[in-house]
């Protein structure tokens, strides 16, 4: 007979989509970088992981990405999200340092008159509140560009 899994419990951890971020970052020793739509991969969204050193003869690349069907709970899948590199998303400063971001096609995000919604796909917003920045994800980490310095 094979090995019993443990049953996760949702206080040993932030749960994202059902899925226990800590023990992914513990097993695959990599950090949670977030809930995304990827170019290339699909709407999802996403919860997308980096890890410093990937098994490269394997093919493995710095960002992986779960994907949890939701119509069938036990469908759990694993796959490169690379293409992260590549995608743009729309983000307004809504107070110094602090960003609105649509990171998922039809997420429909809201911050006091500010609205962003499309992911990386598109960029719908309201006529009073345009885009101030773009976000990318560099080595794990969210950074925030001026729309004015892309222009520069």
Not at 21 to 50: C, T
Not at 73 to 102: C, H, M, Q, T, Y
Request: with cysteine; aromatic share 12%; net charge negative.
């Amino acid at each position: 007979m094979g090995k019993k899994k443990k049953a996760v419990v949702e206080d040993e951890g932030p749960v994202v989509n059902g899925i226990l971020v800590n023990v992914i970052e513990e097993r695959y020793h990599a950090s949670y970088v977030g809930f995304y739509s990827i170019p290339k991969i699909g709407e999802g969204p996403f919860l997308v992981f980096y890890t410093e050193n990937p098994d490269r003869s394997l093919g493995h690349d710095n960002y992986f990405a779960i994907w949890r069907n939701p119509l069938v709970d036990k469908d759990i899948r694993i796959l490169s999200a690379a293409s992260i590199r590549e995608a743009r998303w729309a983000a307004i400063e809504v107070e110094p340092g602090n960003f609105l971001v649509s990171r998922s096609v039809h997420d429909y995000v809201v911050h006091g008159p500010y609205m962003l919604d499309g992911g990386p796909y598109y960029t719908r917003c309201n006529a009073d509140h345009y885009p101030t920045h773009t976000m990318t994800v560099v080595d794990g980490k969210e950074v925030f560009s001026s729309r004015s310095e892309e222009v520069a």
